[in-house]
């Protein structure tokens, strides 16, 4: 079984910046991609950032240059640097995870969701 568990939440005001955690835990061979999504309320879930195996990483292009992603493999824990932020950044931040159990094919896990809000 395998868990992801988000942290670094909170509200903050515009223009401020946040660390947001990702620590997986659980049988863990190898983790192939960790990923941040967001859901605001009443939208569908926004891809924001991803770091495949060999520290390729992905941005969704409306929020380069605003947020970076990183991974502390030792630690199985992916990590949400996101600055200058807008009250449009609201909203729930998940964790998602590819990783190999050895049981099985790679699944993918999410984590429970951390919520962000930008307010004055």
């Known amino acids: 079984q395998v868990q992801l568990m988000e942290s670094g939440g909170g509200l903050v005001q515009p223009g401020g910046s946040l660390r947001l955690s990702c620590a997986a835990s659980?049988?863990?061979?190898?983790?192939?991609?960790m990923a941040w999504y967001r859901q605001a309320p009443g939208k569908g879930r926004e891809f924001i950032a991803s770091?495949?195996?060999?520290?390729?990483?992905f941005y969704n292009p409306a929020l380069r240059g605003r947020v970076t992603i990183s991974r502390d493999n030792a630690k199985n824990t992916a990590f949400l640097q996101m600055n200058n932020l807008k009250p449009e950044d609201t909203a729930v931040y998940y964790c998602?995870?590819?990783?190999?159990?050895?049981?099985?094919?790679?699944?993918?896990?999410w984590g429970q969701g951390t919520q962000v809000t930008v307010s004055a």
């Open positions: 770091d495949m195996i060999g520290d390729k990483l």
């Open positions: 659980g049988s863990i061979v190898q983790i192939y991609t």
């Open positions: 998602n995870a590819n990783i190999y159990t050895g049981s099985s094919d790679n699944l993918d896990y």
